[in-house]
């Protein structure tokens, strides 16, 4: 992950591949997604892994918890906000570094391995209420206005499917 972050100055995080197991070599992700709404979605997730993201290349934003931070970056944007405190803040993070000129790069050499959920539980109810809360404010900090009010329709639309 350092020599893909050294290539570029520009280079503010770098993501990593993310499998769910080693047997199947399952996605968990190769990149993060963000939806019209403000919630975030893994590239790649439940693919198996068969070489189909094979560069590196520019991606929209890696998960948090799997990313090697430039501190030049965090020095210019900031930290994390805490006031998310769980779900949403890498996207954030990642919105504030791209508005401010910062690029994300995957580093497909570099995989770990992901428990999804197992400390918040896949379908909770802190977990839900949680991402929902920080998926507003998120979009609320981040995105035009003309983007948040078309944002009820998009998530409408989610929540139906």
Do not use: H
């Amino acid at each position: 992950m350092l020599e893909v972050a050294e290539k570029d100055e520009r280079t503010g995080k770098v993501a990593s591949k993310v499998l769910l197991d080693k047997d199947t070599r399952r996605i968990d992700s190769v990149d993060m997604l963000i939806y019209p709404d403000g919630i975030g979605r893994q590239k790649g997730r439940g693919e198996i892994d068969r070489g189909q993201y094979y560069s590196e290349e520019d991606v929209l934003y890696p998960s948090g918890w799997e990313a090697l931070y430039w501190r030049t970056m965090l020095d210019d944007i900031g930290l994390f906000d805490e006031d998310f405190f769980a779900y949403c803040e890498d996207t954030d993070l990642s919105l504030r570094g791209r508005r401010s000129g910062w690029q994300d790069v995957l580093a497909l050499t570099a995989v770990v391995y992901d428990k999804y959920s197992s400390s918040g539980g896949k379908y909770s109810t802190f977990k839900a209420s949680q991402v929902e809360r920080n998926r507003i404010w998120g979009a609320v900090k981040n995105f035009p206005v003309a983007w948040l009010l078309r944002s009820p329709y998009y998530s409408l639309n989610r929540y139906a499917m």
